[in-house]
């Protein structure tokens, strides 16, 4: 057995604490040196390094907060419309399907005077100047005899339709009694929004004050022709931001907390699609309307689709195509209406439009953007292919609601 002498068993006893050292540090978690710790001091500094977590600079934002920011720089803006109109209701039939009755009584034994009764409505709308001007949906207070105006702090304001145009489905609603420091909402720029862009709506639907959808821009350049409202003159952007009834007149926002439409309709029986007026469009109307002028509507008087040659080619390969289109680009005539410009200018079921005003036309839109932008009684020179011919027509164009 070797015996250990007095300067091993202290070497022995220096190397076991410099282990219980190393063993201790690698418990804690430090990270274990090549070099060996020269001192206390180290250690000390080394452990409070490790012991505290890093932190960054800022809190990340989360995606959802643009959401937050938009609706706190709108949402006072947004205002809740409330009609009245007086309607007048028939009387009812006394007897009712009773044949008894009528027998004893005789037809019109008690005449009844017809009843009136309140036709209460709801919508939404925002504020667009200081003063108290109001954009909302034509249809929000059509006929109303009434409009109150509450704002999202609980005020209420007496409103005055200042103008509406049913065409375009805008109006503009003027606070009463206000004064001057009313919240804005921001105007956005319609033609900059693309498809896949966020899409806030805000307004009443149902009622319920204030309430925030979310979704996207679903597509744009929708006709109203497409929407089931053929009445319209508008192309209306398209989103799955959840609309509903009393939404109408509300703003639709993009991502900056901008309104870049008026939402104004759903598709019935359909779920995720709603659609708004661009807000360019309102732009362009809503200070003739403030001033209450009328806008007027170009007219030709006809049903009209776009026309490509293979569309053209596949309809008279067709054995039971009841006429042959000419195999151009261009806007084909649908249908001529009776007591129209197009009728009396001799526009045909088949012609197909190519330019007006020596401008090339190669689908719908172009050419009632065209017919939109002249005047009520001008003069329009249209070029249309008929057959192997081409023809040129002059159309006067007239107001649409005085031809409807």
Known sequence: MTRINLQQRHWL????IILGIVFTIGLLGLPVQAAPLTSATELLALRQTSAQPSLPDAPIASPSHFVARAVDQVGPAVVRIDTERTVVRPAPDPFGSDPLFRRFFGEGGFPQMPGEGLLRGLGSGFIVD??????????????????TVTLKDGRSFEGEVRGADEVSDLAVVKIKGAGGDLPVAPLG??????????????????????????GIISTLHRSS???????????????DAAINPGNSGGPLLNDLGQVIGINTAIRAGAQGIGFAIPVDKAK?????????EKIDHPYLGVQMATLTPQ????????PNSPLQIPEVTGVLVVSVLPNTPAASAGLRLGDVIVEVDG????????????????????QLQIKVKRGNQTQQLAVRTVELQNAA
């Open 13 to 16: 006893t220096a190397l076991g």
């Open 130 to 147: 200081h003063s108290g001007i109001v954009l909302t949906n034509a249809h929000v207070v059509s006929g109303a005899d009434t409009v």
């Open 189 to 214: 720029n319609s033609d900059q929004v693309e498809v896949g862009d966020w899409a806030i709506a805000v307004g009443n639907p149902v009622g319920l004050d204030n309430t925030v959808t979310l």
């Open 225 to 239: 022709a497409q929407v089931g409202i053929p009445d319209k003159r508008l192309d209306f952007i398209q989103t």
């Open 284 to 292: 362009s109307l809503k200070d003739r309307l403030a001033r209450g």
């Open 311 to 318: 569309i053209a080619k596949d309809n008279n390969r067709n």
């Open 359 to 378: 401008q090339a036309v190669t689908n719908a839109g172009e050419l009632q953007t065209i017919v939109d932008n002249s005047r009520v009684g001008q």
